[in-house]
Each structure stands twice: as structure tokens, then as C-alpha cells.
């Protein structure tokens, strides 16, 4: 098969998992990989064989047709529109950006020159999802009428780079809210400084390390109500301010029964549902009618590949990114403003993936 050359800018922590999880999608092909920190492209090269460049360097290189940015958030909207001047494909981690006009700005310059944007989750392209929305597509737990998405904890303070996670682009909204979703909202700081944990990343040692603490800039507590286009009402809260709760991460409640959708920041079930005239009270484990319940970050760049060949839609796509991106915006401008706010951006919903897949396999 012809492959799909991609370069990858950004060899961070998550970046190991693309390299290996590109290995299982054969279209895809990861030639070069570049980092401001050139150390850490240097390792990537030494342990998976790509090429260590420069971002001009990669941006340059005529074969590469994708560029993976698994850069921090503050910097997706810029390495985006660099990879779209320079007549690739972008395809980016989470969020899609920091604010609604760099993300505009991407989309239109995408438009512009006729070329694609994605940007992660593809989770929701993993088994446990596919599967939960297969349930609900077939109609198992009827009209969806509600439903809760709530993913809190104490936050990331102890990782190597956790100050990003606790600045503009960061907060448990923008990093985690993408997995969930989607504006009847309060937001509140539990916390205005954070403690600099045990390893810390070279980037932030002079800054933070002599105080010990760093700022927090963002939200970090945020719940609201969002009401989706089918009526249903999902009560959300993300937060970095919690020790520990008991919640499940997704339930819907439709008019026939209700289902416990998995953790969508992972790819595995499990599903249960809970269905009216179950003579016990206890949900049933669902079988999951899909392939991809590992690590399998990058099928979205997979399935970007493959739509470029066919001129399909691809399924993670920049509509979709840019929506997410304007609902977790909107809990902040919600709180803010005292008053429910109209989102103006929409999405059509990805296509499901096809039963019968094998592992690595995706449609044409
Ligand atoms: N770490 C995780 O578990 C995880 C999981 C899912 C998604 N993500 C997302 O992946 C992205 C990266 O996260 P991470 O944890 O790997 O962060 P990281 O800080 O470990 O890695 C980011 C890398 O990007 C490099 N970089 C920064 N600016 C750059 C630029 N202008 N050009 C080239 N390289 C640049 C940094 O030097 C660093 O090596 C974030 O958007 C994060 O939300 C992370």
C-alpha cells in the first residue's frame, strides 16, 4: 500500500503513543519529527528512526502530506496555520485552540487552500464508544432525553509540565472537556497557586522552582447544563479541584432505558444499559461490537489518510474540533455573563465506523 508520509512537530510525553500506534495504521508513515527542544526529537529519532529536523525543515519536506502537532495548546493555532502555509494537512492534538479567532483562523485558511484540519480525541472512534453509539443509534435506551458528563480530580499538579495544564489553554475544561461534552453554567478557582511537584520540565525550572509554586490562570472547577440539538439536557462538570467522587464519567437517560458510556479519554468499554422492565435493578455489560479498545491514538490522522484518497469526509475534522472548542469556551463566557449563551458554530455528527473492521483496518 501507498503510504501517507507524516511528520510529527511536538515529542512531549503523549508523543510515544502516536509513534507506535501510526506503527498499527499502515497508510500512515511517520518520516521526520522536529521539537524546539531538539533533545527530544533526537531521542524520538534514535528510538523509532525518523528523521530529526527542524519545524522549517519538516515543514519543508515535500513528501510529508500530514503534519501530527502534538505540541502544547498555546502554540496548536500557530504550528496549524504554519502547516497549512506550507500546503499540508494539519492535524492537531487537543483543543483545536486556545481562543474562538485562532481557531477561525485556522478553518479558514484550511478552507482557503483547500486542504483538511483535524484534531484530537479520536477516542470516541475507539470500541467502547463506537459500541455505546450503536446502542443509542439502534434506538436500545430510545430517545436520548439527558444525561451527565462529569470527569474531576485534583489535576495534573504532579506531572513533569504540569504549569501548562494550569494556563490559558490548559484548566480541566480545555484538557479534559474535549473528551466529554457540550451552557447554564457557574465556573469557579478553587485554588489560585499550585505546587511544582517532585519532577519538574527543564522549561519551567527557573521560573517556578525557586518559589515552588506557579500560578493558576484558568478556571478550575466549571459545571453547566448543555442542551444538544435532540433536546437532551447533559448536566457537565470538569474539574482539577476534587480529591475524589463517586460519579460515573457518561450516563444518558432516554425515554426506554439509560447507558453508561465509558471513560472517553480511553478507547475500551465498558458499556452497560439499564432498560425498562429489567426485572432486576443491575446495568448488563454490552458486548463491543468494535475493534480499537488499546492506546489507539492517531486513527484519526488514520482515518484523515484514507479520506484524502477517497475525498470523503474525514471523522475527526476541524467542524467538529472547532464546535467542541466553542462549547467549553462558552462555560467561562456563560459564568461571566450571568446568562445562557447561543453557540454559533455547528457540526455534523462523524459517520459511524463499520462493523467487521479488523485491528489497523479503517474504511477506504
Ligand atoms: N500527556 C498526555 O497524557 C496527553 C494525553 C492526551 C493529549 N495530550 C495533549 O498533547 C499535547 C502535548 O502534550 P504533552 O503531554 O506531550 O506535552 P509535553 O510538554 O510533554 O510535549 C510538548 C512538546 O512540544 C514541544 N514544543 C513546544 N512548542 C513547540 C514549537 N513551537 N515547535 C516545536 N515543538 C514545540 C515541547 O518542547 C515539548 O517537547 C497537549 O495538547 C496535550 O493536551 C497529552
Redesign the pocket.
Known amino acids: 500500500m501507498k503510504t501517507t508520509k507524516v511528520g510529527i ?7 510515544d ?1 502516536y509513534f507506535k500506534a501510526a506503527q498499527k495504521f499502515n497508510i500512515l508513515e511517520v518520516i521526520a519529527c ?4 531538539p533533545e ?1 526529537s533526537k531521542a524520538k529519532h534514535d528510538l523509532y528512526g525518523v528523521a530529526n529536523v527542524t ?1 522549517e525543515k519538516l515543514l519543508a519536506n515535500k513528501d510529508i502530506e500530514i503534519v501530527l502537532n ?4 498555546q ?2 493555532s ?2 496549524a496555520l504554519d502547516t497549512l502555509n506550507a500546503g499540508k494537512h494539519a492535524y ?4 483545536f485552540g486556545v481562543d474562538e479567532a485562532d481557531a477561525a483562523k485556522v478553518m479558514a485558511l484550511a478552507k482557503k487552500k483547500k486542504l483538511r484540519v483535524g484534531c ?2 479520536d477516542t470516541f472512534l475507539g470500541g467502547g464508544h463506537q459500541t455505546a453509539r450503536k446502542v443509542i443509534d439502534d434506538g436500545w435506551i430510545g430517545k436520548p432525553l439527558s444525561g451527565t458528563a462529569i470527569v474531576m480530580g485534583r489535576g495534573p499538579e504532579s ?3 504540569a504549569p ?1 495544564f494550569y494556563d490559558y489553554g ?1 484548566g480541566p475544561m480545555l ?1 479534559l472537556g474535549p473528551y466529554y461534552m457540550t451552557a447554564l453554567v457557574v465556573t469557579a478557582r478553587g485554588f489560585d497557586f499550585r505546587t511544582m511537584g517532585p519532577e519538574v ?1 527543564p ?1 519551567y525550572k527557573d521560573k517556578y522552582v525557586p518559589f515552588g509554586k506557579y500560578p493558576v490562570n484558568v478556571t478550575t472547577h466549571l459545571t453547566g447544563v448543555v442542551e444538544f440539538q435532540c433536546g437532551a439536557l447533559i448536566t457537565v462538570i470538569t474539574s482539577f479541584d476534587c480529591y475524589r467522587h463517586g460519579h460515573h464519567p457518561i450516563e444518558i437517560y432516554g425515554s426506554e432505558g439509560s447507558l453508561q458510556v465509558p471513560d472517553p ?1 480511553g478507547f475500551d468499554g465498558p458499556v452497560r444499559i439499564f432498560r425498562k422492565g429489567f426485572k432486576d435493578r443491575d446495568w448488563k455489560d454490552i458486548p463491543l461490537t468494535h475493534v480499537y479498545t488499546d492506546n489507539s ?1 492517531s486513527i484519526g490522522a488514520a482515518d484523515m489518510a484514507y479520506a484524502l484518497r477517497s475525498g470523503r469526509k474525514h471523522r475527526v475534522n476541524g467542524e467538529l474540533a472547532n464546535h467542541v472548542l466553542e462549547i467549553m469556551l462558552s462555560f467561562d463566557k456563560s459564568s461571566k455573563a450571568g446568562a445562557r449563551v447561543e453557540l454559533k458554530t455547528a457540526c455534523e455528527r462523524p459517520a459511524p465506523l463499520p462493523l467487521g473492521l479488523n485491528e489497523g483496518e479503517l474504511p477506504e
Open positions: 512537530i511536538g515529542c512531549g510525553m503523549i508523543s503513543t522536529s521539537d524546539i527542544i527530544r519545524n502534538l505540541t502544547p495548546p502554540v496548536h500557530k504550528i492537531s492534538e487537543k483543543p484530537a480525541p506531572w513533569p509540565h501548562f490548559g484538557d520540565a522549561q479519554n491514538r
